[in-house]
């Protein structure tokens, strides 16, 4: 039986806010998917384990859930056809996909096939995006909307998909457009979907309110429309003007946005309906909202709206303003990308609190440290307590003032100086918990709570898994996918791989507030700690960077039958060393023959002997296969991917695990 969040424990995380209803808490304190939101789960945690010890694949791990492209689809086709129904409506819905959200082909792919019956499209805004749409198969009656800047080139190409049997819609955004679409058609005679994207004086709100408004970067002026409506009339191509576009940006926030925009643009489509132009299509862009943190506001990382009302204010808005106009009600179009795709993909990675493994080094200075200057610190950390945590905290501050200025003139040792830290910190700890149980807050306690907080180290990278984190400080839910039975006792942040003192996160979904400080495990009881980010599945599984090198981490798919069992499905690879070094442009055999070169300078003057010499080329070619995140087990892949068959080993410098030729001399100490 799952346990539906009867403990606090799952609360802390906020899971049934942000969820969605795709997450869950099982009866092993497990993370669970529900890519039905039925009963059928998957478990996060034995997935993960399942891939490291079967497939000997390791996190960092993508985890994709197709099933919840599915659903998502269906919410959103559905919650047009409903608010169609509920209000009357007059005509029909049909959504595009914008690719930019998440290229992969496997997503693109399942979306096409789940969106067919609901008649999903595409749209693409580049000539690649564009190269891929051409080539994909999509619903018969979808449509192919071909948005931004577009060169002759990309129009050349956008007609290929008329002739090729696509109903290609190709939006206007810049007036040189028109003009060229017209040269094209006449050259060809053919006829794609005119659409044409008017700058609102709407904007929209949260991080992309820009895209919006009358100084937008994008889209035609009123009198830029006037001039292609014009441009079309002379050219004799007016009935191919057929669609108004406009998008006031992503992830907007506030719903009230959305009305004012949708109602400004159905006016446009009106206008110009009286005018006799052919529209047939209102397409209202993307900016469908997803809630990160389950806080249901307008704030950066939430919306005050669902999928529904969102529907229901689209399609109530423009009929009522066709019906004040006296003209056709629009098929109308959205291009909502983030809403299908958020939820789909959670990345899976080890976290390691360092600070529980100097245990030892504690006891032995404080063995040692026996200066008086430290027997008041002592004192004040046996003491402290409920009642006078807030004086004696003030006092140990003091103490250690007292502390440095002893250890600057020359009176106090290191290990004296290494012990007071120590005591202070205890202190700290000490006083940080009684105000948390008093209910104490002050500005001082919560510097302090900030200061404490453990640094969590992270095998990924948050340049590539979360970038939204890093550039616009976007919240992302983050939580353990086990020993979530078990009480998080620590308060931490996470540091990522990078040599960057932005890849880290330290800002966590919490319902009142943002919170900057995560409640975790400790990590000292031997066996990995996985934490997941959830709701990556728009924009950060394709934008990420190589920074530092580190690349795309491992993937697996995974789907849930009828009967509740789990299959993995997909697994791919994340890059290895000489992948992201190709990519820069190095070639490994010109690393190798210099790498060689140098070896051979080395044995001839005597430093090097050649076996050895033989044996660091040897491992460093094997090693360029290996992969690029921390290898903190010992599984073993080879270079293909494949999984290595038992017994068919080589050495462990392959996944780069541990012992290369220098093993025995240099010992790391476990
Ligand atoms: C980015 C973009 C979208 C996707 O917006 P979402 O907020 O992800 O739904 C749709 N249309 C255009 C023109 C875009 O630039």
Not at 304 to 322: L, M, P
Not at 392 to 421: C, M, N, P, T
Not at 568 to 583: F, P, S
């Amino acid at each position: 039986m799952e346990n539906t969040f009867k403990t606090p424990i799952h609360q802390i995380y906020g899971i049934e806010n942000w969820g969605n209803g795709y997450f869950d808490v099982n009866a092993l304190g497990h993370l669970v998917v529900k890519p039905k939101r039925g009963a059928q789960a998957v478990d996060v945690f034995q997935v993960v384990e399942e891939v490291r010890k079967r497939h000997r694949l390791h996190p960092p791990i993508l985890l994709r859930f197709p099933q919840i492209l599915e659903t998502q689809v269906k919410q959103l086709c559905e919650a047009f056809q409903s608010a169609i129904a509920e209000f009357q409506y007059g005509n029909t819905y049909q959504g595009v996909f914008p690719i930019k959200v998440n290229h992969r082909r496997d997503v693109v792919e399942e979306l096409m096939r789940v969106g067919n019956k609901y008649r999903l499209g595409l749209e693409v805004g580049s000539k690649p995006e564009l190269y891929i749409g051409l080539g994909l198969e999509q619903a018969p009656g979808s449509l192919l909307v071909c948005n931004g800047f577009k060169d002759d080139e990309f129009m050349e190409m956008a007609f290929w998909g008329q002739r090729t049997g696509k109903q290609v819609v190709i939006v206007v955004e810049q007036i040189r457009e028109i003009y060229s679409y017209v040269k094209w058609a006449e050259a060809t005679g053919l006829r794609p979907i005119v659409g044409l994207r008017g700058r609102l004086y709407s904007k929209g709100s949260g991080k992309w309110e820009e895209s919006g408004g009358e100084t937008s970067k994008f889209g035609l002026s009123t009198l830029e429309l006037l001039e292609c409506f014009r441009v079309l009339r002379e050219a004799n191509m007016l009935p191919a003007l057929r669609m108004l576009h406009f998008h006031i940006g992503s992830q907007i926030t506030d719903i009230r946005k959305i009305k004012s925009a949708v109602k400004e643009a159905s006016r446009v489509y009106a206008k110009f309906r009286r005018m006799k132009a052919p529209i047939e299509y209102l397409n209202v862009g993307g900016g469908l909202g997803v809630d990160y943190d389950g806080s249901r506001t307008p704030s950066d990382s939430s919306v005050n709206y669902t999928i529904q009302e969102f529907a229901n204010d689209v399609v109530y808005t423009v009929r009522e303003i066709c019906e004040h106009e006296d003209v056709p009600t629009p098929t109308l179009v959205s291009e909502s990308g983030r809403a299908l795709t958020v939820y789909h993909s959670v990345v899976v990675f080890t976290a390691e609190n360092r600070g529980d493994f100097i245990l030892g080094a504690k006891a032995e200075v404080a063995q040692r440290a026996q200066s008086p200057a430290l027997t008041e610190m002592r004192e004040i950390s046996r003491e402290i307590s409920v009642k006078n945590f807030r004086e004696y905290f003030h006092d140990a501050i003091q103490q250690r003032e007292e502390l440095f200025s002893l250890f600057d003139l020359g009176y106090l040792g290191l290990e004296e100086r290494a012990y007071g830290e120590v005591l202070f910190k205890e202190i700290c700890e000490k006083a940080l918990r009684f105000a948390k149980e008093t209910k104490f807050t002050s500005d001082e306690f919560e510097i302090l709570e900030k200061a404490l907080r453990k640094k969590y180290v992270t095998n990924m990278s948050v340049f590539q898994s979360v970038p939204d984190s890093f550039t616009i400080r976007q919240l992302f839910p983050v939580l353990p996918i086990h020993r979530l039975d078990e009480f998080p006792s620590e308060y931490g942040m996470l540091i990522d791989l990078t040599c960057d003192s932005d890849g880290k996160i330290d800002n966590f979904v919490d319902v009142k507030d943002i919170k900057e400080v995560l409640e975790l495990h400790p990590t000292s009881n031997g066996g990995p700690y996985y934490l997941a980010i959830c709701l990556v599945g728009a924009y950060q599984d394709v934008m990420g960077d190589f920074h530092n090198l580190f690349g795309t981490v491992n993937e697996a798919h995974v789907i849930v039958d009828e009967g509740g069992t789990s299959h993995i499905r997909n697994l791919i690879r994340g890059n290895t060393i000489e992948e992201v070094a190709g990519l820069n442009g190095y070639d490994p055999e010109d690393l190798i023959s210099k790498l060689a070169a140098r070896v051979a300078e080395q044995t001839r003057l005597g430093q090097l002997d050649s076996e050895e010499g033989m044996a660091i080329l040897e491992a460093y070619r094997r090693r360029a296969g290996a992969q690029t995140y921390l290898s903190l087990s010992e599984g073993r892949v080879r270079a293909d991917g494949k999984e290595l068959s038992p017994g068919e080993g080589g050495s462990s410098a392959e996944t780069g695990t541990s012992q290369g030729p220098l093993a025995a001399k240099e010992s790391p100490g476990a």
